[in-house]
C-alpha cells in the first residue's frame, strides 16, 4: 500500500507537471530522509518558479474536505447566495463531527469556538479568516495539554512536520501551503471560482497553531 509520504511526493509531481515545465526535476523518491526530501523540493519550487506560482502548486497537494459534505455546502450557496450562510453551515458540521466522532462535550466545543478554530473561519469584509484544527484524533489532548512543546508537536496533521518538530529540524514555511490548499479547495468548491490563500501564522513559522486567510472575490 502507498504510504502517505509516496502519496504526498506523487501529488507534488503532479501539480509540478501540470505547469507544463518539462525541465523541473524534483528531488529522487528513494531518498529516505522524507525532511530533507522535502526541503530540496522546496528549494527547487523556489529556484524554478515565482513566489506565487510555488505557493499554488503546494496548495494542490492538500488533503480535501469530504466531497458529499462540500456539495452540500455548495447547495447552501446555489440557494442563498450567501457566504455567511455557507460558513454556519460548516461551523455546524464541524461541531457534530466534534460531538460525535471526537467525543467532545459542550465545554470543550466552547473552547475550540471561542479559540476560531475550525473550517468556517471569521469573515471580515471579503477575507475569511480560519484557524486550522489540531489533528482530529489528539483535539481533545491538545485542549487540555499544559505543555506548549507537546501541544506543538501534537498540533499538525502532517507526519512530516511532526516529524521534524520531533527532531529538532527545519521544514521550508513554504511547505505550509499545501495545508492552505485545504481551505482553497473547499472555497473554490463552493463558489465556482479561484480563490486566493495566505498563509497568516504557521508551526513552521514558530508560531502555536495555524491559521489560514482566504481571500474571495470581490463579488462574493
Known amino acids: 500500500m502507498e504510504t502517505f509520504e509516496q502519496h504526498w511526493r506523487a501529488r507534488l509531481a503532479a501539480a509540478v507537471e501540470a505547469t507544463g515545465r518539462k525541465d523541473i526535476c524534483l528531488p529522487a523518491t528513494e531518498e529516505p530522509d522524507a ?6 523540493a522546496m528549494n527547487r519550487l523556489h ?17 480535501r474536505y469530504p466531497a458529499d459534505e462540500l456539495a452540500t455546502f455548495r447547495r447552501v450557496y ?7 450562510a455557507v460558513m ?6 464541524f461541531e457534530k463531527m466534534m460531538r460525535e466522532r471526537l467525543g467532545l462535550d459542550e465545554e ?3 473552547q475550540v469556538r471561542k479559540l476560531g478554530i475550525g473550517p468556517a473561519g471569521e469573515r471580515n469584509d471579503n477575507v475569511i479568516v480560519s484557524t486550522k484544527i489540531p489533528k482530529s484524533g489528539w483535539l ?6 499544559p505543555d ?6 501534537i498540533f499538525c496533521h502532517c507526519p512530516q512536520i511532526r516529524e521534524a518538530i520531533a527532531q529538532g529540524r527545519q521544514i521550508d514555511p513554504l511547505y505550509c501551503y499545501c495545508a492552505a490548499g485545504f481551505y482553497r479547495y473547499i472555497w473554490e468548491t463552493v463558489l465556482e471560482r479561484e480563490v486566493r490563500v495566505e498563509m497568516l501564522a504557521s508551526l513552521l513559522l514558530g508560531d502555536d497553531f495555524c491559521q489560514i486567510a482566504v481571500h474571495l472575490p470581490p463579488d462574493a
Open 78 to 84: 446555489e440557494e442563498t447566495g450567501s457566504v455567511d
Open 140 to 145: 481533545k489532548q491538545w485542549l487540555h495539554e
Open 88 to 93: 454556519a453551515s460548516l461551523q455546524a458540521s
Open 35 to 40: 525532511v530533507g526530501w522535502i526541503n530540496g
Open 108 to 110: 470543550e466545543i466552547a
Open 47 to 63: 529556484e524554478q518558479f515565482s513566489p506565487d506560482e510555488a505557493k499554488r502548486i503546494l496548495t494542490c497537494c492538500a488533503c
Open 148 to 153: 506548549p512543546e507537546v501541544r506543538r508537536s
